[in-house]
């Protein structure tokens, strides 16, 4: 089973890599993948998910330009979500939405990063994907929606939109239905910030992103999430035992 949940993730995440590229230029996602330098259509064995990368050492067949390796990575990290879905979700049927919530997850974490928006198709799919989840596992906290949603519902209101977009706004909704749980919630908030603002400061630092620069919070978001699923729940009890102590010795 774990073989098929790679296998699958695998093909996914070719098929992902022509929504990355197709869903913002506003293109059909019928038709042919072809090469993004020349246009040549590619042929049955230069679409097999990383293989045919490797293979053909991540040139064209025809113009022998060099690819992008988003392409065998994305498809690689496709099969890797989809794998360690299998160790997180509690059934096989809800480990199989799981895959499929958490390959979009990635999608728009890598189109964010791009475009600095994310497709409003995308995050619809997503949120209902993560709420058949919620409801396979019967796990789902009002609180959670309250703080994951509120927290951005309240930074684009005090920021007039200027700091976050809808598109953040109706990720959190998807974000707190595949989480749940408020800790786990607060868990991938936290996670997010502290990333995102460690590599805001090093791309700060090295001249690469300026004061008035924007950067994408998607794919920390994505990121944030994926460690609440992994180890959230190990993480927020450790931190709330902690703090029950320390108030413990305090009130000795």
């Keep these: 089973m774990s073989l098929l949940f790679f296998l699958c993730g695998l093909v996914f995440g070719s098929f992902g890599n022509v ?29 097999v998910p990383v293989v045919s990368f490797l293979l053909l050492r991540g040139k064209c067949s025809a113009c022998k330009e060099t690819l992008s390796l988003q392409y065998p990575l994305v498809e690689l990290a496709s099969g890797l979500l989809a794998l360690a879905s299998l160790s997180i979700a509690p059934t096989l049927l809800s480990a199989a939405i799981l895959a499929l919530a958490l390959w979009l997850l990635l999608i728009i974490a890598v189109i964010d990063a791009y475009i600095q928006g994310i497709p409003d198709v995308l995050s619809a799919f997503f949120i209902t994907l993560s709420c058949i989840y919620t409801v396979l596992t019967g796990e789902l906290q009002p609180l959670a929606f309250l703080i994951g949603i509120g927290f951005f519902a309240l930074q684009w209101l005090l920021s007039k939109g200027e700091w976050i977009g809808t598109g953040d706004i109706l ?10 749980t408020w800790e786990s919630v607060l868990f991938m908030l936290f996670f997010a910030y502290i990333t995102g603002a460690a590599v805001a400061a090093v791309l700060l630092l090295t001249k690469k992103l300026t004061s008035k620069s924007h950067i994408a919070f998607g794919p920390f978001l994505a990121l944030g999430t994926l460690a609440a699923l992994l180890v959230g729940e190990r993480m927020m009890s450790c931190i709330l035992s902690s703090l029950q102590a320390c108030e413990g ?4």
Excluded: E, K
């Excluded at 990720?171 to 749940?180: D, N, P, R, T």
């Excluded at 010795?249 to 000795?252: D, G, I, K, R, T």
């Design 171 to 180: 990720l959190a909704v998807g974000l707190s239905a595949l989480l749940g």
């Design 249 to 252: 010795l305090l009130q000795f």
């Design 19 to 47: 929504l990355i590229y197709r869903l913002p230029l506003r293109r059909s996602i019928q038709g042919r993948s072809c090469c993004p330098h020349c246009g040549a259509v590619l042929r049955p064995q230069h679409l």
